[in-house]
């Protein structure tokens, strides 16, 4: 009697609770979205992509999230969702033929429900549907088959309605592995990093820093140093000007309380020799966009020494685009914007820290974000850029568009050579880096307009399937990639990103950095860090300090990894090196999934694979030493390949060479 009632009292209780309004739909947009994964830009709270009001075919609504094919969320609601309802379409901001998505809806690895493929043109199509009793609920947005550009979709008015149940919030899962850190600190011992080569343009003003790990102080001198250069024994920076064209074999010298190390380093004095290996440092863009300021860019340099990124080889302090003044002088010369106030003062401080800085423009009048560009202003603005001691120029394409004089590819290339020949009249070094996404096949023709390295892609952001399907795919390019010319899969996407001023943890996992870090060495990829250097975490810095894996992308054979297996969702790259030995990066990539529910990784069920890595796929076999780079371990020697377990989305990353 008494169990009755207690029964009926909590009923009633409950019952209560629904009907006193207790809530029991939550809306997509007070979900913390920051692990969302978009294919571009990042994910928006009641706005487009793009930051405007959501908008579908005319209609617009006020609440919903904006984002961008590929774009993945996985929601954990442990079965307490009713309905999921939506109203979806391509933002109207997109306004492009080629824009098109397709959005599902899935649950517990179902697919439950699906737009079809939608464009521009269509109206907002309604999501209701049935997630009874679902534990998790995925919400995905693929390209229509043509690529993800202008891709910007909306889930308009998405929430979750839920059983007569409170629904406080709804977790997101993925992406929340710990990170793990796995290079050794360097020794107290000199070590001497970076580059075994280096070049300059004879007559113009040299300058390299030999990055040196170990306890300080250190005295680092050079013997057999063109005439025209010096060493400074303090720092390690080698600078002057030498006249006299060769290829000088200059010995490295390092010291301190607890040892001594010596190392050749060849100096080539010759014209276009300012690459010889894939440029290594920072950009603004991916951290900052318009956001970045003279103060900011000071600080990343002043980071790039205080973190000890500059022993490991980092050398540049990239601005990218945002820091032109709207009006140029009356005499045509290009100004700061009111951001940066003294830059000339800013270029000395970057170099008297043994860094060089870089600067951004466009071949087309105007560039990406509507500054200046150096259209009919090129030999004018290279004056400028070399009285301020710039050392790096970023010439992305963007404006362009408005007075490319036909579809030819001479009228493609013609706007590079162009800037090359400015450049080659200046009293100064500056590495040319060409961006322009990768139309016309560039690699095949980026070093013939005199470029030093060329974007080969549309822009990275912090998501497994951005960097896959970029790092990836660089297959074609390979044979076109060498010293003073390299291809440029775009920048790191590791540490605090944002494009703005507002920072997230990149959405990278842990095994999905030492991936993308992995790959781009192996790629002989520039490194250019996207992150905010003032405040990497102890794995951040670790996973861009790791001097052997550096010094396979820094390698001097200057090659670029091709695959020689994809099977079944795993990838071996091979980079052959100088020393006659291979890196080889084992990847458990997972593949390209063609079916939405494999794009999940539900139960984080996918941990880690085996996998034999058969010297006879590296063209080679008998004994070989295996070394795991990036424990800096010696695994032993193995006859006929070798197993390795390769976490997913991770990699293995090894160095094979003969007995000695
Ligand atoms: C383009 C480039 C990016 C960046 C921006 C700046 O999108 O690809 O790397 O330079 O322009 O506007």
Same mark, same amino acid.
């Given at each position: ?49 793009? &930051? ?25 609601? @442990? ?78 008015? #998405? ?16 992406? @929340? ?12 011992? $000199? ?12 007559? /113009? ?8 790990? &170990? ?30 064209? &060769? ?10 309380? /607890? ?20 440029? +290594? ?60 106030? @003294?830059?000339?003062?800013? #270029? ?38 070399? @009285? ?27 706007? %590079? ?65 060498? $010293? ?29 950095? %030492? ?9 002989? #990829? $520039? ?8 405040? +990497? ?25 091709? $695959? ?49 890595? #058969? ?46």
């Amino acid at each position: 009697m008494k169990a009755l009632h207690i029964l009926t009292f909590i009923s009633i209780a409950l019952l209560a609770g629904c009907i006193t309004g207790t809530r029991y739909v939550i809306w997509l947009d007070e979900t913390d979205i920051t692990k969302m994964e978009t294919g571009w830009g990042t994910s928006k709270v009641n706005q487009s992509i793009d &930051g405007n009001v959501l908008t579908i075919a005319g209609m617009t609504f006020e609440r919903g999230i904006g984002t961008h094919a590929i774009s993945k969320l996985l929601l954990e609601l @442990d079965g307490k969702g009713k309905k999921f309802i939506a109203e979806v379409g391509l933002d109207d901001e997109t306004e492009h033929p080629d824009a098109s998505v397709k959005f599902y809806v899935l649950g517990d690895k179902e697919i439950l429900w699906q737009s079809g493929s939608m464009t521009a043109a269509d109206s907002a199509r309604r999501v209701d549907v049935d997630i009874t009793g679902i534990d998790k609920l995925a919400l995905l947005v693929l390209d229509g088959g043509n690529g993800i550009n202008y891709d910007h979709a909306d889930w308009a008015n #998405a929430r979750i309605e839920a059983k007569c149940e409170s629904i406080k919030s709804i977790a997101i899962t993925g992406g @929340d592995a710990a990170p793990y850190i796995l290079t050794p600190s360097p020794p107290a011992t $000199p070590r001497i990093n970076g580059p075994q080569i280096t070049g300059a343009s004879p007559g /113009k003003p040299f300058m390299f820093k030999v990055p040196v790990t &170990g306890d300080r102080p250190l005295r680092i001198t050079a013997s057999n140093l063109p005439n025209g250069l010096g060493i400074d024994e303090a720092t390690g920076l080698i600078s002057g000007r030498a006249e006299e064209e &060769g290829r000088y074999e200059v010995i490295i010298h390092a010291e301190n309380e /607890k040892g001594t190390q010596s190392r050749p380093l060849q100096i080539v004095i010759g014209k276009h020799q300012l690459a010889l290996t894939p440029p +290594m440092g920072w950009n603004s863009w991916n951290v900052w966009a318009c956001s970045i300021d003279q103060e900011k860019t000071l600080a990343a340099a002043e980071a790039m020494v205080t973190t000890g990124l500059i022993e490991h080889g980092w050398t540049y302090i990239n601005i990218d685009d945002c820091w032109e003044a709207a009006e140029r002088t009356s005499g045509g010369e290009l100004l700061c914007n009111d951001k940066f106030p @003294d830059i000339q003062t800013l #270029a000395d401080q970057i170099h008297d820290m043994g860094l060089k800085i870089g600067i951004y423009s466009s071949p087309g009048p105007t560039t990406c974000q509507n500054y200046h560009g150096s259209w009919q202003h090129e030999l004018q603005d290279v004056q400028t850029w070399a @009285d301020w001691g710039i050392d790096y120029l970023k010439y992305d394409w963007c404006g362009y568009s408005q007075v490319v004089e036909d579809s030819s590819l001479d009228a493609y290339k013609k706007p %590079y050579f162009v800037m090359r020949e400015a450049l080659d009249r200046a009293d100064r070094d500056i590495v040319y880096s060409i961006c322009q996404y990768g139309m016309r096949d560039v690699y095949k023709w980026g070093s013939e307009v005199g470029g030093d390295l060329w974007r080969t892609t549309g822009d990275i952001v912090d998501t497994w399937n951005s960097m896959f399907n970029i790092g990836f795919s660089q297959e074609e390019n390979a044979p076109y990639a060498g $010293p003073s010319g390299w291809n440029d899969p775009d920048m790191l996407v590791v540490g605090q990103l944002g494009w703005g001023p507002n920072l997230h943890p990149t959405r990278l996992s842990p095994d999905e950095q %030492y991936t993308h870090i992995s790959m781009w060495s192996l790629l002989s #990829a $520039p490194l250019l860090i996207g992150c905010d250097i003032t405040q +990497m975490d102890a794995f951040t810095l670790n996973l861009l300090t790791n001097d052997e894996v550096i010094s396979v992308n820094q390698d001097m054979l200057g090659r670029q990894a091709v $695959p020689v297996s994809r099977r079944d969702g795993i990838e071996i790259w091979v980079k052959e090196l100088y020393d006659g030995s291979k890196a080889v990066g084992v990847f458990y990539t997972g593949g390209v999934a063609d079916d939405p529910v494999d794009m999940f990784n539900w139960d984080n069920e996918r941990k880690s694979r085996k996998v034999m890595v #058969a010297w006879s796929d590296l063209r080679m076999d008998g004994t070989l030493c295996v070394r795991d780079l990036w424990r800096q371990e010696e695994l032993g020697y193995f006859t006929g390949g070798y197993e390795t377990e390769v976490p997913y989305h991770g990699v293995s990353l090894l160095k094979i060479s003969a007995k000695q």
